[in-house]
């Protein structure tokens, strides 16, 4: 087992430790209809930051729902939504107004009853503010300069809601990568007014704003050089040095950035997801100066201060938040870390990301369809692989991307089992291409890759692995015999008995925690042990075939050119298309009616084209002999009259 995952594994088991407390630990600072600054919080007006920041913690994690119904969060974000102002500061201040909208960004729609016009129009009216307040010198709180912190704010929030002018931006990213580089000199040479949180902030506004084909080699290695530098500036107990000050607070004093709301920004920086991992032992330490320093106030409910307010003494509902949502961004960069550990562990390239799909048209267009038999109904295959598997699993894609995981009714395995050469690999790869997931072929070599005796040991950290993991369709290939009925294996087969017996409760497991699709690929249907093929454990046994004689009609990129019509060649050779000849057609694989293409583009006439077919035919898969079934069965029978009395697996 490798360090690296052992060490995203307890992160991660520590991550989802903490967060299970998210909502009644947040729930404890509930105050008209939003949520207090501090426990003590009076009045009934909640906090309007602090309220915002709650918000986008428990819609991050799926969890605002948990919190309150569509009438109580319509009544909050109006409340929200006609407030100018919070904590003293200036009416429309770009503080207050940023983190109202991003709280509207978040609840409108899908949380919240339709907005009326008047609200509408105060939103419209916060978001001119924010962009007359967004110069080149960046966002200030007078008479405080130009914040990086508030600057990403305000950047963050206009580029989410299409709001941020292309001008603006290029002014922004010119400023970011100034101050960026001034600020490095600062720390450097150990200025005072140097500050970590500086960098962290103009680090992520520049990348940003800078898309990474246009990220010059210089650049590169600035932002490099800046995540070192910060994180070199972390102290001994997991945090960094107070920023300088952002405002000042009226009540209660200077404003300064917080570590963990920041950390939430830095990690949702897709451009530097990867970098991070070079400082796993420093956002470690991190998590773990989190979990120390919660008050714990009751079972499952821990909060937290900023400790920027001493004379407060207590802890604060926006940074419990903030808290909460770096244990949750933390979560999701760990598993994509994870994911990463896992091909690195079996060999394999880096997996790389996909683009998602969404219409029905746009999903295996180049795989020819096939038919099935699904209870005594004749289907198109991809038609009912649509309905049937993918286009589920596809609407909640998004759910499980966000640390969720599929509804329990949402099919998220499937056995796909047939002759060989009909493209089953081929169907996987297409699903994962179609949602856009990394695809992770797992064959018998990778677990025998320390011998017989390493077997055991090699299955139980693949699935381990895969346990930490999501957003992955796994084929499980070749997989024929390890899954064979335990009864019928045989004493020499040690390998088989023991993969069965390790592979269920590994399939089970996976199943359950609905967090990626797994596939099992099989030409031999017949002799899978039950156990794993029924409904529980396999959400799909769908038998895939040849492709049908109209679907190779169709095509017409036969040949070695990929310029065959197989329809117009017959024309031109005077070959008239009989049931036998479309029987012979139905029977050929993809690959074997290739072949046959390339016979027919050098065939003189239509007698020496039949012959052709003849003997393709006769030499097809599908003609071939072999076990009616079962294992220990010596009874032969063709390929195809075994298809037909296996098609009533299908489901």
Known sequence: MGPMFEKLEALRLLSKEILASQISSLNRFTLGGGFG?????????????????????LVATNSWAACRDREQTTNLLTYLISRDESAGLRRGNPFTNAWIL??????????????????????????????????????????????????????????????????????????????????????????????????????????????????????ASIQRLALKTFFDCQLEDGTWPLSRPLFVYPKIGNAHCFEYEMLVQLFQTEDLADLLLDYL????????????????????????????????????????????????????????????????????????????????????PDIIDSSLVVKEKVRPLKKFLWEAFVKPIADEVQVVEKGGSFSPGTPRSAILFGPPGTSKTDLSIKIASFLGWSYLSIDPSMLLRHGMEGIQAEANMIFRMLNQTDSVVVLFDEFDELVRERESAKAEQPFSRLLTTAMLPKLAAIHRRGALVFIIATNDISGFDLAISREGR???????????????????????????????????????????????????TFGECQSFASDLMQAKDSKEAISKLNTRWKDCTLQRHVLKGHINSEDQTTWKARCEIEKSHNR
């Open 37 to 57: 600054h501090t426990l003590s919080s009076k009045g009934p007006d909640p906090s309007v930051t602090s309220s915002a920041t709650c918000v986008l913690s």
């Open 102 to 219: 991003e709280a509207v960004a978040a609840l409108e729609g899908k949380f919240a009853n339709r907005l009326d016009i008047p609200d509408l129009d105060r939103i419209e009216k916060k978001e001119l503010k924010l962009q007359s307040r967004l110069t080149k010198n960046g966002v200030s709180i007078k008479p405080y300069p130009g914040s990086a912190y508030l600057t990403q704010l305000v950047l963050r929030v206009l580029k989410s809601r299409g709001k941020l002018k292309k001008e603006t931006a290029i002014a922004i990213s010119k400023w970011a990568w100034a101050e960026l580089t001034k600020q490095l000199a600062l720390i450097q040479a150990d200025s005072k007014s140097k500050d970590a949180f500086a960098v962290a902030y103009l680090l992520i506004t520049a990348t940003m704003l800078t898309p990474r084909t246009e990220i010059s080699p210089e650049q």
């Open 281 to 364: 032992e420093k956002i470690a330490l991190t998590a773990e100066s989190a979990s120390n320093s919660a008050y714990r106030l009751g079972p499952g409910i821990l909060a937290w201060s900023s400790g920027h307010h001493p004379q407060l003494g207590k802890p604060e509902s926006w940074a419990t938040a903030s808290v909460y949502h770096f244990f949750y961004a933390l979560d999701r960069l760990l598993v994509r870390w994870v994911r990463r550990e896992l091909f690195r562990y079996l060999e394999l390239p880096p997996p790389a990301p996909g683009t998602r799909k969404s219409e029905e048209s746009d999903f295996a």
């Open 538 to 588: 396999i959400d799909r046994v769908v038998q895939v075939m040849p492709p049908t004689y109209e679907a190779k009609m169709e095509f017409k990129k036969w040949g070695p050119g990929k310029d065959l019509d197989l329809q117009a060649r017959f024309k031109e050779l005077n070959l008239d298309t009989d049931s036998n000849i479309q029987s012979h057609l139905a029977d050929l």
